[in-house]
């Protein structure tokens, strides 16, 4: 708990058996109040590693979900845990949970709403070994993204990201996709809702164990940011209405 708000991380699963123990061990406890680990159907024993290091919020899917589906899941958990702050937080180990602390007092500051790890601002990026194709790409994308946003974050595309309670109350994460593409999504619903979103530069890892997609699943996610950022404007200008930022139901 920070300044009276309790703070809650989600770590959303898949094939993490290597890599949970050092990501959970590295969390810092006497602000965080509660883990919450989604397995979206891994093929190893992530399940049983995340229950034998002491994760008491473990929930399995049966079949996989997607990356979306898997945070959809966090993020709802952790809200009926009563988290004011969520924080997720992949267990692959490629970002470092030492900025918990930091990130979340930002937000239980009310310096901001929410906040992003970026591995853009400084080196953090090409020095953790982020190919140099995913580097341009991420950094074209960003450009495009802010230009039809009208936004200056660093980057899009990390998957460090914490929010406050009160965000969950405005935009309706049911109605993004359950693949890859609901990182940005979500980020188009915050924007469109009237939040800003704040950024911390964070160190990034590349290795075996760490997550990724590969070429040809980021080609289809880059077509997929670019329609995004267009629904976006088309929405800002009154020249479209789509789903993903409607109200939620009450």
């Known amino acids: 708990m920070i300044n009276g708000k309790k703070v809650v991380v989600v770590l959303p699963a898949y094939n993490a058996a290597l890599t949970v123990k050092q990501t959970y061990d590295e969390i810092p406890f006497d602000i965080v109040d509660d883990v919450v680990l989604v397995d979206d159907a891994s093929k190893d024993n992530t399940v049983e590693t995340a ?45 470092t949970p030492k900025l918990i602390a930091p990130i979340a007092g930002i937000i239980a500051n009310n310096l901001y709403p929410a906040v992003y790890g970026s591995r853009i601002l400084g080196k953090g990026a090409l020095k953790g070994g982020m190919p140099i194709y995913k580097y341009i790409a991420n950094r074209c994308l960003t450009l495009f993204q802010n230009i039809l946003i009208n936004q200056k974050l660093s980057e899009y595309h990390t998957g460090y990201r914490a929010f406050s309670k009160e965000i969950f109350s405005k935009i309706d994460i049911e109605a993004n996709s359950d693949d890859f593409i609901f990182d940005n999504q979500m980020t188009a619903q915050v924007f469109m809702a009237g939040f800003e979103i704040g950024e911390v530069t964070c160190p990034t890892k590349y290795f075996e164990e760490a997550s990724s997609i590969n070429f040809k699943r980021s080609s289809i996610y880059g077509l997929g940011v670019l329609w995004v950022s267009i629904q976006y404007r088309l929405q800002k200008w009154g020249l479209g209405s789509f789903k993903i930022f409607r109200k939620p139901s009450q």
Do not use: F, W
């Open 51 to 95: 229950r034998q290091i002491g994760i008491k919020h473990v929930i399995k899917h049966e079949k996989n979900r997607g990356y979306g589906g898997n945070q959809k899941s966090c993020y709802t958990k952790a809200l009926e845990l009563g988290a004011d702050i969520i924080i997720m937080l992949h267990p692959d180990y490629q970002y």
